[in-house]
């Protein structure tokens, strides 16, 4: 009963070598890393930037609808209200400073370039913040510096 066993098992190692089914489970390792090192991390890269890109985004916007409603009293001392409206911003994505512009010549409030109509409000702001991405797969596309970081502007008229 041995010896038919015996034959029994080599016939049928001899017919899986010849039938090649181990091959299939081979090759998906290969496909398998292909897949996740080629397509799937660089696409995780892009989905990644842009999320954060569009969260500091919103960020912006929704700092400068606080600021929309929360005008300065007066435009050449507004040093404290600025520190206060910094402190109101969103701590993931932190504005540095804000730049208050009056009248036509685009620059900076103070006593001597204040709107003639309404010389005490100011007609835009100007701020920004930074973005900082961590790709794995993609550092070479997306960084243009060794810090990977991006400044993004906003401005709004106030009026």
Same mark, same amino acid.
């Given at each position: ?21 181990? !091959? ?53 001392? !507004? ?28 620059? !900076? ?51």
């Amino acid at each position: 009963m041995s010896t038919i066993r015996t034959n029994r098992t080599r016939s049928g190692i001899r017919s899986l070598i010849g039938d090649r089914r181990g !091959a299939a489970a081979f090759e998906m390792a290969i496909v398998f890393s292909f897949l996740m090192f080629m397509l799937l991390m660089p696409l995780a890269d892009l989905a990644i930037a842009g999320f954060r890109y569009i969260s500091a985004w919103q960020s912006l916007r929704a700092f400068g609808q606080y600021l929309q409603y929360n005008q300065p009293p007066d435009v050449t001392s !507004a040093s404290t209200w600025m520190s206060t409206a910094i402190a109101k911003s969103d701590s993931s994505y932190p504005v540095t400073s804000i730049q208050l512009i009056c009248g036509n010549s685009n620059s !900076a409030c103070s006593t001597g370039n204040a709107d003639s109509a309404n010389p005490e409000k100011p007609k835009y702001y100007v701020y920004t913040t930074t973005v900082t991405l961590t790709p794995m797969v993609l550092k070479w596309a997306l960084c243009v510096s060794d810090p990977c970081t991006y400044t993004l502007p906003y401005s709004q008229r106030f009026q």
